[in-house]
């Protein structure tokens, strides 16, 4: 009897649930799709490698899977409370009838159980529809072919699905039982005589903290663009974040009595229509619900910063795989000491080792770089680029290499380039950080020579930006090249040898690092050599497992943090409703009509929705900024276009919640 009452409920307020069924079932299909990776790549053809990188991918997503629990459990807890409340009327009549407040309790726990059934199963069903979608961008990520694509479920994602969200709904009866177990039926029966009370605000208080807020934020922006976000473990980027929470509470805090005195300046807007009633409902709202909207704000900032970086990043280090490889394979050797010094090249020490380097390449080139006595940090303490001098603050102290002119023009022959000629005495900075552009022109222009060791040599006004090995990113920060006949009085500190197959590329591959590794394993004199070998394969499968957990990592959390903030700004409004439907009684009563009593709501719930978006945009502006530096270590990127798309579609399902939040607001005060 009471499965069927509570089913005769749910079927009944159907439209009372939909924000809240809506949202658990996209949290459940979000969290199946991004756990069920591991189990896709059945249909991959992947090499061992790559299959870490998908298996350290699907650790990173399952770590975060149980923080994101929470945040959908806390929506969970949040939507059930807006429920029990707009339902206190009916709980006492129900208790008038005789029903004692256990059979209730039961009937809740029922309606909880079909509704968090139909959640998991709505959210699972399309959850592994579009999984497959999913599977498909790893695939492309990783170049690799998906040679026997099949229709996957995933039972270990399902399974973990039910588990993480079964215990949110036993979390949920628990509270129902306790919080109807403290009801009193005076106190239903009286729930929908009892109006919201209206909350006001001191004005001179309210001024005072919106100027506050206003130069805590100030501060907070200034202090994060000097950071950079280079060194996270700074004083200045702890009192950023700690100005920037503080500046967003007292903003929202300080907003109802200081946009109420704004208005009222304009007394013919103020009186107009029902803009004096639709403003004190505003106000008493955000003064009521200011620690939320504060929160939400911030999880709106991090949805749109987590996923637009997490996008530009992968953007970026896939472009830079492209960049920094332009040979197959680059093998190195360190040059710790006098003793790993030797006049032999790379590729004949190699010789010695057992392995020829002739059968797999007829294009090679041995080169070695050598120390200048130049320190890095010295040569640039005058740079003007902020980049550049956050970056120092955090690295350790080294010299910048030499390469001679033979080898760097060999290197250029490989690339396809031509070669470069530089007078008598003169040296060409080379680097391979695009982001290090702007300071080395700087640099060019300030100063005509410099001195390595004892020596002047003149500046070349042509610097050069390309990669002189193949490796994962940029670090060749700036190289000296100097004419050969000058480097012969400079200590060798790195011995490399760069090479391009011959013949099918991956079986020559194959054959090469089966080879190194066979050497690795066996051979002691190698082991002690400190010759180690990274590929064009390798960098890229590195790469695309890092940018692989950025990207599902970003976009994870960015889309929980959205739809949890619009449904809890959603729930919030719709709450209020119940509570301030005697107020739109006694407007309909004085004659107010039903057109103007929707338009009043519009402003309303358009107002409450765009305020707290409004703040994360323009956080948005300062912490995209600077993520952008971030993004800059991983490459270079245009990341104006990628931004505007990742706000848009924020924007666009924030609409959606604010559409269905004001429809049926209307629904409950016309009902």
Same mark, same amino acid.
């Given at each position: 009897?009471?499965?069927?009452?509570?089913?005769?409920?749910?079927?009944?307020?159907?439209?009372?649930?939909?924000?809240?069924?809506?949202?658990?079932?996209?949290?459940?299909?979000?969290?199946?799709?991004?756990?069920?990776?591991?189990?896709?790549?059945?249909?991959?053809?992947?090499?061992?490698?790559?299959?870490?990188?998908?298996?350290?991918?699907?650790?990173?997503?399952?770590?975060?899977?149980?923080?994101?629990?929470?945040?959908?459990?806390?929506?969970v807890?949040?939507?059930?409370?807006?429920?029990?409340?707009?339902?206190?009327?009916?709980?006492?009549?129900?208790?008038?009838?005789?029903?004692?407040?256990?059979?209730?309790?039961?009937?809740?726990?029922?309606?909880?159980?079909?509704?968090?059934?139909?959640?998991?199963?709505?959210?699972?069903?399309?959850?592994?529809?579009?999984?497959?979608?999913?599977?498909?961008?790893?695939?492309?990520?990783?170049?690799?072919?998906?040679?026997?694509?099949?229709?996957?479920?995933?039972?270990?994602s399902?399974?973990?699905?039910?588990?993480?969200?079964?215990?949110?709904?036993?979390?949920?009866?628990?509270?129902?039982?306790?919080?109807?177990?403290?009801?009193?039926?005076?106190?239903?029966?009286?729930?929908?005589?009892?109006?919201?009370?209206?909350?006001?605000?001191?004005?001179?208080?309210?001024?005072?903290?919106?100027?506050?807020s206003?130069?805590?934020?100030?501060?907070?922006?200034?202090?994060?663009?000097?950071?950079?976000?280079?060194?996270?473990?700074?004083?200045?980027?702890?009192?950023?974040?700690?100005?920037?929470?503080l500046?967003?509470?007292?903003?929202?805090?300080?907003?109802?009595?200081?946009?109420?005195?704004?208005?009222?300046?304009?007394?013919?807007?103020?009186?107009?229509n029902?803009?004096?009633?639709?403003?004190?409902?505003?106000?008493?709202?955000?003064?009521?619900h200011?620690?939320?909207?504060?929160?939400?704000?911030?999880?709106l900032?991090?949805?749109?910063?987590?996923?637009?970086?997490?996008?530009?990043?992968?953007?970026?280090?896939?472009?830079?795989?492209?960049?920094?490889?332009?040979?197959?394979?680059?093998?190195? #050797?360190?040059?710790?000491? @006098? %003793?790993? *010094?030797?006049?032999?090249?790379?590729?004949?020490? !190699? /010789?010695?080792?057992?392995? &020829?380097?002739?059968?797999?390449?007829?294009?090679?080139?041995?080169?070695?770089?050598?120390?200048?006595?130049?320190?890095?940090?010295?040569?640039?303490?005058?740079?003007?680029?902020?980049?550049?001098?956050?970056?120092?603050?955090?690295?350790?102290?080294?010299?910048?290499?030499?390469?001679?002119?033979?080898?760097?023009?060999?290197?250029?022959?490989?690339?396809?380039?031509? #070669?470069?000629?530089?007078? @008598? %005495?003169? *040296?060409?900075?080379?680097?391979?950080m695009?982001? !290090? /552009?702007?300071?080395?022109? &700087?640099?060019?222009?300030?100063?005509d020579?410099?001195?390595?060791?004892?020596?002047?040599?003149?500046?070349?006004?042509?610097?050069?930006?390309?990669?002189?090995?193949?490796?994962?990113?940029?670090?060749?920060?700036?190289?000296?090249?100097?004419?050969?006949?000058?480097?012969?009085?400079?200590?060798?500190?790195?011995?490399?040898?760069?090479?391009?197959?011959?013949?099918? #590329?991956?079986d020559?591959?194959? %054959?090469i *690092?089966?080879?190194?590794?066979?050497?690795?394993?066996?051979?002691?004199?190698?082991?002690?050599?400190?010759?180690?070998?990274?590929?064009?394969?390798?960098?890229?499968?590195?790469?695309?497992?890092?940018s692989?957990?950025?990207?599902?990592?970003?976009?994870?959390?960015?889309v929980?943090?959205?739809?949890?903030?619009?449904?809890?700004?959603?729930?919030?409004?719709?709450?209020?409703?119940?509570?301030?439907?005697?107020?739109?009684?006694?407007?309909?009563k004085?004659g107010?009509?039903?057109?103007?009593?929707?338009?009043?709501?519009?402003?309303?719930?358009?107002l409450?929705?765009?305020?707290?978006?409004?703040?994360?945009?323009?956080?948005?502006?300062?912490?995209?900024?600077?993520?952008?530096?971030?993004?800059?270590?991983?490459?270079?990127?245009?990341?104006?276009?990628?931004?505007?798309?990742?706000?848009?579609?924020?924007?666009?399902?924030?609409?959606?919640?604010?559409?269905?939040?004001?429809?049926?607001?209307?629904?409950?005060?016309?009902?």
């Amino acid at each position: 009897m009471l499965f069927k009452l509570s089913y005769r409920n749910v079927k009944r307020s159907i439209k009372d649930y939909s924000i809240y069924f809506l949202t658990l079932a996209l949290g459940v299909c979000i969290f199946y799709i991004f756990n069920s990776l591991e189990s896709q790549t059945i249909m991959m053809d992947l090499s061992q490698s790559k299959k870490s990188y998908v298996e350290l991918i699907s650790k990173t997503i399952s770590a975060v899977s149980v923080f994101v629990s929470f945040v959908l459990g806390f929506l969970v807890i949040y939507a059930n409370n807006f429920i029990i409340k707009r339902r206190n009327k009916e709980f006492g009549i129900y208790m008038t009838l005789g029903i004692s407040k256990n059979k209730i309790s039961f009937m809740l726990f029922y309606e909880t159980l079909i509704i968090g059934i139909l959640s998991l199963a709505v959210g699972i069903f399309i959850g592994t529809f579009l999984s497959q979608g999913l599977a498909s961008v790893t695939a492309n990520m990783f170049e690799v072919n998906m040679t026997k694509y099949q229709f996957v479920f995933s039972k270990e994602s399902a399974l973990k699905s039910i588990l993480y969200f079964g215990i949110t709904f036993i979390l949920v009866m628990i509270l129902n039982f306790k919080v109807l177990s403290k009801y009193n039926l005076i106190d239903l029966i009286n729930s929908g005589k009892n109006n919201e009370k209206l909350k006001t605000s001191n004005l001179v208080l309210s001024v005072f903290l919106f100027v506050i807020s206003i130069v805590c934020l100030s501060i907070a922006y200034k202090l994060i663009l000097e950071n950079q976000l280079i060194n996270i473990s700074n004083n200045k980027f702890k009192i950023s974040i700690a100005l920037g929470i503080l500046g967003t509470l007292l903003f929202f805090r300080a907003l109802a009595g200081f946009l109420i005195k704004a208005t009222q300046s304009s007394k013919n807007y103020y009186l107009k229509n029902l803009n004096a009633f639709t403003l004190r409902q505003l106000n008493s709202k955000i003064n009521t619900h200011y620690i939320s909207l504060s929160i939400i704000c911030i999880m709106l900032f991090v949805a749109i910063g987590m996923s637009s970086s997490a996008i530009s990043i992968k953007n970026a280090i896939e472009k830079t795989s492209k960049i920094q490889t332009p040979y197959d394979m680059t093998i190195t #050797k360190d040059v710790n000491d @006098e %003793k790993d *010094v030797n006049d032999k090249d790379l590729s004949e020490s !190699l /010789k010695g080792l057992g392995m &020829d380097i002739n059968k797999y390449s007829d294009e090679f080139v041995n080169y070695n770089l050598y120390d200048s006595k130049v320190e890095f940090s010295n040569m640039f303490k005058d740079t003007n680029d902020n980049f550049l001098k956050q970056q120092m603050k955090i690295l350790e102290k080294f010299n910048n290499p030499i390469m001679k002119l033979s080898s760097y023009n060999k290197l250029r022959e490989m690339q396809g380039k031509e #070669k470069v000629q530089i007078k @008598e %005495k003169e *040296v060409v900075l080379l680097t391979d950080m695009n982001q !290090l /552009k702007p300071a080395i022109e &700087d640099y060019i222009k300030e100063n005509d020579n410099i001195r390595i060791d004892k020596e002047d040599f003149k500046i070349c006004k042509n610097y050069e930006c390309m990669p002189i090995e193949t490796g994962v990113m940029g670090m060749n920060f700036v190289v000296f090249v100097i004419d050969d006949k000058y480097v012969e009085n400079f200590n060798e500190i790195r011995n490399y040898l760069s090479l391009n197959y011959n013949g099918n #590329k991956e079986d020559i591959e194959n %054959k090469i *690092v089966n080879e190194f590794e066979n050497l690795e394993r066996d051979s002691k004199q190698y082991d002690e050599s400190g010759i180690s070998p990274y590929s064009r394969t390798m960098a890229f499968e590195n790469n695309m497992g890092i940018s692989s957990v950025f990207l599902y990592v970003g976009i994870y959390i960015g889309v929980v943090f959205l739809i949890s903030s619009a449904a809890v700004l959603a729930l919030s409004q719709l709450s209020g409703a119940n509570e301030s439907l005697g107020r739109y009684k006694v407007l309909k009563k004085l004659g107010v009509s039903t057109t103007m009593i929707n338009k009043s709501i519009f402003i309303q719930i358009l107002l409450y929705f765009i305020l707290p978006i409004s703040l994360a945009l323009v956080h948005s502006i300062f912490g995209i900024k600077v993520a952008n530096n971030v993004v800059a270590v991983f490459g270079v990127y245009d990341t104006v276009g990628n931004n505007m798309f990742v706000i848009g579609t924020i924007l666009l399902v924030y609409t959606v919640y604010f559409v269905m939040t004001y429809k049926n607001y209307k629904r409950i005060v016309n009902k």
